[in-house]
């Protein structure tokens, strides 16, 4: 899921310094997940408002704010309570914050940083795994991401800096190529160390993504 | 051809030294501190070194090669991306430039500019590569060039790594992608070397061992707690610690780095970081 965080206060005083009714939006979906946009967090967020002594004109969580058409429907039945508000507020990764203002006229203020494509270790505990490159090499890498678990996104194997087994930018975390190469040899295998790989073919990842189902898959 | 690949062809001992380019324009303490350097084959100029931002190694070998100083121009993969380490490697061969140490590089997060970037769209291997493609006439899209690079590739280790055989994979690696000789990480105990050394035998590349010289305990620690790669033994530290004269107990274990390297090696890189006039004492 995507794993995001309340912007710090201060950044948020700033940002609605100019509006008094606000409504507000959260996420069921990740962000209700990872704590940053569910329900507990929009009631929260209204009470801080309050304190900052501003009015919530209303409130919805979208099933998945991500989605452009779900979020405009949702709106839709808010009518009287956006028409209130001088602002919205939403809750949510930076993909909802513009399906919502993508969908609405009045000024839409993000309350939220989105920072990974996260993995749950245990609750509250997130780890980002995939980077989304768009040219998967976890067949040969045991599972192991190298791309996104390497800091330095290595592909050939560890860098100078891995000192017993361990990376040189944490050394409380694993080196990525350490974890792949003790995976690799409990499976008996070479996978990823019997060629030399070539550079990553980046226009997998050209900025906007864009994918389209074809007629058939829809 | 370059004087390094001739002496290391030769199977000559080596000695190579290296130097930083300033942060800001002024070159005379890095051409005085050049100056002083005797019975050196080739200075290595550094690129952006623990990521803090620098003049361009590209720039200063370029300088010291036209006065007639064989250089080994650093280049990492850390602040360019494969168009531009293409285009570097280009201009480098334009002044003249032969030797290269290629490498990954440290993380920015060392540095001075923690906020950049980091690139690496190419590992050191790749750059090996691509390195061995442009001498062989072509660009990585293929393209033909219209003059061809002579370059005398090589690459870095650290020959005490652990794991051993995961670091040596790589090092495999890099002698198939066409790394001609190996500069490696400071060397501080001679197991260490010898069983890199063993390993090494079969591929027949020439190997430099990196020598630093260590000013002072306080030096040591905090090479152990900040610079990626290095650990400098509890002994050493110990042996800094309580000698009268550091320096001078610091040259004395740069000269016995050396004495191992000349019985193991084809030559040392020193590291002196400002003591250059040290380096004829280091090689005594
Ligand atoms: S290689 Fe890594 S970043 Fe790329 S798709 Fe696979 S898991 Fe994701
Ligand atoms: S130590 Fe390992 S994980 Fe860390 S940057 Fe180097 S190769 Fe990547």
Redesign the pocket.
Known sequence: MIISELKPFEELQQALADFDKLFIVGCAACATACKSGGEDEVFKFQEWLNEQGKDATGSVIIDEACHIARAARDLRHHKTALQDADALVVLACGSGIQSISSNVDKRVVGGLNSMFLGNVRRFGQYEE??????????NETAGI?P??TCAKGLLNGPCGGMEDGHCEIDAEIECAWSLIYERLKSQQRQGVFARRVPPKNWSRRIQPGRYRLKDGER | MSLLSEQLGNSQFVVTAEIAPPKGTDLSEALAAVEKLTGITAVNVTDNQGANMRLSSLALAARLQQQGTETVLQLTCRDRNRMALQSDLLGAASFGIENLLLLSGDHSKFGDHPDSRPVFDLDSVQLLDMTAGLMAGTDMAGKFLDGVPEFFPGAAVNPAAEPFELMFQKVAKKVDSGARFFQTQSVFDRETLERFMLAMQPLQVPVIAGVLLIRSARMARFLNDNIPGVQVPETLVQRLDSAEKPLTEGVKIAREAVAWARELCQGVHLMTLGHEDEIPEILA
Do not use: E, F, P
């Open positions: 795994m995939c980077s989304l490159c768009g040219d998967c090499i976890l991401c791309v996104t």
